[in-house]
């Protein structure tokens, strides 16, 4: 059985690696001049390669394609991963939340093991090797890379999303599927900052915790909300709970966000906290006394949505301001403008549409063709369960084409 596998990425190599050590001739082709380009960036250079939680714990972690993920995930687990890792002398470590990383705190040694494994397995690497087609032959595909042209029996495609391009992944994924037939659902950036349509430059750098995010759509329904930190950019919001918002948002339009700045406490004491701190500060500007509640340059900014002068004494504010006032800190609206680009999306969402998809990956409309990792319309939030997605799907596709040589398909 001749098998290739097209990108040589976490989803790509695992493919790779599974599909040879099975014995099957493989052949992985990699068009950057070396594996893992992706990999090196992640966990900010440290590699959250997988996340040591239950697997139905994981299932919640999965924005888009857990139904669809869960045969792949079931038999190769996070365990599974740590496991791969560990044997091929790769030390581990796991960190809050479960997230895993090498002991060595290095993604460069994730490369270096699966670099090895590849190697130690018999994997054909060919770098620099840019796919431009793939079509079918009889019995097979041929599949063409920089002019040259092979005959395989099986093909995985594993050319990841379209996030961080400078990492390789292009779309190509989605050129081949397109011309096998197949439906691309429309690529959305994902765990990115969010740009607003309110001018809130001045609120740059201002980092948040226990602040509550919550997304709504044109007609009020809530999408999602998030509790934790949360970060002002230039033009909008970061932090964790804004990418993990981005996640839930990218395919609504007219998103509206409500930022709870006090979620500890309902309208009503938060309104009793107030009129107390009002109460000891009679004769002062109302900004020194907000001032006990938030930072310098969101109590300025949060007045000003409250229409209420920053030098105004408490004395004088009146009921409907003070009220107003609680309102906003408990929903300081934001109306969603667009997400940041691509060139900043942690992960791709959307991509080859999994309903054409058979649980491992295979076509269902091309025998013997698999699209794994971000190629496909899947997707999860931070803490090492991207990669897991990835690590997995390859597995599946790879052990499916070694059964159905075990079995003569
Ligand atoms: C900054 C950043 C940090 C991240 N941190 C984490 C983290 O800590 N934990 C986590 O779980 N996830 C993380 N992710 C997400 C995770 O890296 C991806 O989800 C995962 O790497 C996807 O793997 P993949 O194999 O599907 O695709 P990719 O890693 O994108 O691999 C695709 C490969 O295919 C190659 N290729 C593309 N087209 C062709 C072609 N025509 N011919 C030949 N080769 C081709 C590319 O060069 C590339 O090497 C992070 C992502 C980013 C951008």
Do not use: W
Not at 9 to 27: D, F, K, N, V, W
Not at 79 to 105: H, I, K, W, Y
Not at 128 to 150: L, P, Y
């Amino acid at each position: 059985m001749k098998v290739c596998v097209v990108g040589g990425g976490a989803a790509g190599c695992m493919a790779a690696i599974t599909l040879a050590r099975g014995g099957a001739e493989t052949c992985l082709l990699e068009k950057n001049e070396k594996i893992g380009k992706k990999i090196y960036i992640t966990g900010k250079g440290r590699c959250n390669l997988t996340n040591d939680c239950d697997i139905e714990d994981l299932f919640g972690h999965i924005v888009h394609g857990e139904k669809f993920l869960r045969a792949a995930l079931y038999s190769f687990t996070p365990q599974d991963t740590m496991e791969f890792f560990e044997n091929a002398g790769l030390a581990l470590v796991s960190e809050r939340g479960n997230r895993v990383f090498p002991l060595s705190q290095k993604s460069s040694d994730v490369n270096r093991t699966l670099e090895k494994e590849l190697k130690r397995a018999g994997v054909r690497l060919s770098l620099n090797c840019t796919v431009q087609d793939i079509s079918a032959a009889e019995n097979g595909f041929t599949v063409t890379a920089d002019k040259a042209e092979a005959r395989f029996d099986r093909v995985i495609v594993a050319t990841g999303g379209i996030s961080y391009p400078s990492t390789g992944s292009t779309g190509d994924g989605y050129t081949i599927a397109k011309k096998f037939g197949h439906k691309i659902v429309t690529p959305r950036q994902a765990l990115v900052p969010i740009h607003v349509k309110q001018p809130i430059s001045a609120l740059r750098g201002i980092a948040l915790k226990n602040v509550e995010l919550t997304a709504y759509n044109e007609s009020g329904k809530r999408i999602d909300g998030r509790f934790g930190e949360l970060m002002f950019t230039d033009r909008g919001l970061s932090g964790p709970i804004a990418l993990t918002l981005s996640s839930y948002i990218n395919r609504t339009e007219n998103v509206r966000l409500a930022l709870d700045l006090k979620p500890a406490l309902d309208s009503a004491k938060l309104e009793a906290r107030i009129l107390r701190d009002f109460e000891e500060r009679k004769n002062q500007d109302i900004k020194n006394v907000t001032r006990a509640l938030l930072p310098d340059r969101l109590n300025a900014y949060v007045l000003k949505c409250a229409d209420i002068p920053e030098f105004k004494k408490v004395n004088s504010v009146t009921k409907e301001e003070r009220a107003r006032l609680v309102r906003i800190l408990k929903a300081l609206v934001f109306d969603v403008k667009e997400l940041a680009p691509f060139t900043e999306a942690v992960v791709t969402s959307g991509g080859v549409d999994i309903k054409e998809l058979k649980p491992s990956c295979e076509s269902k409309l091309c025998k013997g063709l698999y699209f794994v990792g971000e190629t496909a319309d899947i997707d999860a939030l931070t803490g090492g369960f991207n990669l897991q997605l990835a690590f997995a799907t390859g597995v599946a596709a790879a052990r499916d084409i070694l059964k159905c040589e075990e079995i003569g398909l």
